[in-house]
Structures are given as structure tokens and as C-alpha cells.
């Protein structure tokens, strides 16, 4: 069984669907399609990479990446066919997808990569380069629409997510009985427990101890920091209270 | 309208940064046209709030409006 990495950018348009939620989707039918062949499959979290926002570069409204890890035993080819088949059908009209497909078990020069999102979170990058870098590193880099500027933005992803210091995980934790609109205590030994997280961590990078309560309160939402996926929490008064979307917003 | 925003080439350009919570939260009660993005796109825990719209592009410093009929409940 291999691991890939799967990333992509530039799906949508104002009021139609999400790329979050189309890499969601994908996501889904690609442990689907593994299950047919083996018994279970393990979650898979897609990660919202924020890259730069400026007036050279063609975003629709915020300019994010999405990027997931799947393990399985599907060949790259089947991968890929059903990666483009959902993203043709899904994509709206003037959207310019993207879309990088890596197997993380080939040698590629990691530090490359990485330096290409970290680049482009703070420049307009080129669709040569991105193509060219692509080339270099075995990966699998292609466009299905408009301009194909998505590939990009897909391609810088990867580098994010491979970095394991970037990004924020799309939707809402389910924590078992908590409900958004009741706050309610936890220890971190049980937020663990029911969330799958691997930790929880301060806005200042700290790992809290399990034995460490978070008070909990509104929409929930966990950040990849430190190769983790974390619950990020911020002091209040003498103790632990889940990020605000203000203090999310930096990841 | 002009206290929070400017028409600029066919589309209003927020008056303030992307900062201006209260601002921002300011706007969007007065605002017939807001509509809630995606939530994973959201930046503000008071729902009402441009930040949250889905018809906000982001700048470097601030967004633009693109909904081009934006009215005031005024």
C-alpha cells in the first residue's frame, strides 16, 4: 500500500461549491473505490492552505489550496481517473482547476517543494515554474479548465502540507456529545480520545498536558502545526478556551 | 454605504483593513445582501460579519465587495 498526497486549487467561483468541499468529496469516493479491495481505511483530513493574495494572481475570493493523504492500494492511474472525472463534473464553469498528485514513497527532493509553498504564500508564482518543478520532482501536475492556473496553487499545497507547519483542517471536530451551541469542559486526555486529534496545542506552539482542561465553546476547528493535526486553544483568565475564528485566521 | 465602503471600478472597496472586526460586523447588519461563506472560509465568530460574506473577495490589505447592487436597509 502507498501513500499520495493529493492537492487542488481553483474549482470554484462566488456561490458555487467549495474546493474544500470537492477535495472532501474526492477524498471519499477515492476510499470508496479503496474499500472495494480492503477492510478499512483510515480518516482522512483535508487541509486548507492559505496562499498569497495579490492583484497578478487570478483567485476567486481568498486564494486556499486543498490537500489530503490517502493511503491505498490503488494505482495512480485509477487515482488520478477519479480525481479529474469529480473534479470536471464539480468544477464551476469559470474556475481554472488544478490538481497534484504525489507518491510519497518516490524519491523527490522534499526541501524543493516545500520552499515552493512557502514561496508562493508570500509571491506570484508562474505556471512554467510550478510545471517545471513538477517535472523535476516525479510528481503529477495537470490543469482541467480555463486557464489552468490551478495548478499552482495545487502544486504549493503539497509543499505546505508536507512542511506539517501550515494550514487549517476543513470543517468542525466532532467531539461526541458536545454540541456547538453548549460550552462544556474537557480535559485533553478526552478531547483526544474522541476526536483523533494528536494534539492539543497553545497559540504560542506549546503541547498541553492531558491532564490540561479546555473550556469549549462555539464551532471547533483544528490546524496542522508540528506535523500534528492539533486543537489550537488560547488562554482566557486562568485557563484554556478553543482559537477564535480571528485567531485561526493566521493558519 | 460610504462610511464603510468606497465604488471602485464596479465593485466597493471596504474602508478599513481586515482588522476592523466591529467594523465589519457594523456593515454587514446594515448590508439586505449578506450571505454566509463556506464556514472553513470564515474569520469572524459573529456570524454578520463582511468577513464572513460570501460575496467579499480579499485583498492584501482589506476586500472588495463584488455584489454589485449591495444595498442599505436605509
Known amino acids: ?251 | 454605504m460610504d462610511k464603510w465602503f468606497t465604488y471602485i471600478d464596479g465593485v466597493w472597496r471596504f474602508n478599513f483593513d481586515s482588522e476592523a472586526y466591529l467594523v465589519s460586523r457594523e456593515a454587514a447588519q446594515q448590508c439586505n445582501l449578506f450571505l454566509e461563506d463556506d464556514e472553513d472560509e470564515q474569520i469572524d465568530d459573529h456570524l454578520r460579519s463582511c468577513y464572513n460574506c460570501l460575496y467579499r473577495r480579499w485583498r492584501q490589505n482589506g476586500f472588495d465587495c463584488y455584489k454589485k447592487d449591495y444595498a442599505t436597509k436605509e
Open chain 1, 1 to 251: 500500500m502507498k501513500s499520495w498526497l493529493i492537492c487542488i486549487d481553483d474549482t470554484d467561483d462566488i456561490a458555487t461549491k467549495g474546493t474544500g468541499e470537492i477535495a472532501e468529496e474526492i477524498a471519499n469516493l477515492l476510499a470508496q473505490a479503496h474499500l472495494k479491495t480492503k477492510a478499512n481505511s483510515d480518516r482522512c483530513w483535508v487541509t486548507r492552505h492559505q496562499l498569497f493574495v495579490h492583484p497578478d494572481i487570478p483567485y476567486t475570493s481568498h486564494n486556499s489550496a486543498m490537500c489530503f493523504r490517502i493511503e491505498t492500494h490503488l494505482s495512480v492511474e485509477t487515482i488520478k481517473q477519479i480525481c479529474v472525472t469529480h473534479l470536471l463534473s464539480e468544477s464551476a464553469a469559470a474556475a481554472d482547476p488544478g490538481l497534484a498528485i504525489l507518491d510519497m514513497t518516490s524519491m523527490y527532493d522534499i526541501n524543493a517543494l516545500i520552499a515552493f509553498g512557502q514561496s508562493a504564500k508570500v509571491a506570484v508564482k508562474t505556471k512554467q515554474q510550478a510545471y517545471e518543478l513538477a517535472a523535476e520532482l516525479g510528481i503529477d501536475l495537470t490543469e482541467h479548465g480555463g486557464t489552468g492556473q490551478g495548478v499552482i496553487g495545487a502544486l504549493a499545497g503539497l509543499g505546505l502540507r508536507l512542511s506539517g507547519q501550515d494550514g487549517r483542517v476543513k470543517g468542525q471536530l466532532d467531539l461526541g456529545n458536545y454540541a456547538a451551541g453548549v460550552a462544556a469542559e474537557l480535559s485533553v486526555a478526552d478531547i483526544l480520545s474522541m476526536s483523533s486529534l494528536q494534539a492539543v496545542l497553545s497559540d504560542n506552539g506549546d503541547i498541553l498536558a492531558i491532564d490540561e482542561r479546555v473550556l469549549l465553546s462555539g464551532k471547533v476547528k483544528a490546524v496542522y502545526r508540528q506535523h500534528m493535526f492539533a486543537l489550537l486553544v488560547s488562554q482566557h483568565e486562568s485557563g484554556w478556551v478553543n482559537a477564535s475564528k480571528q485567531t485561526l485566521k493566521a493558519y
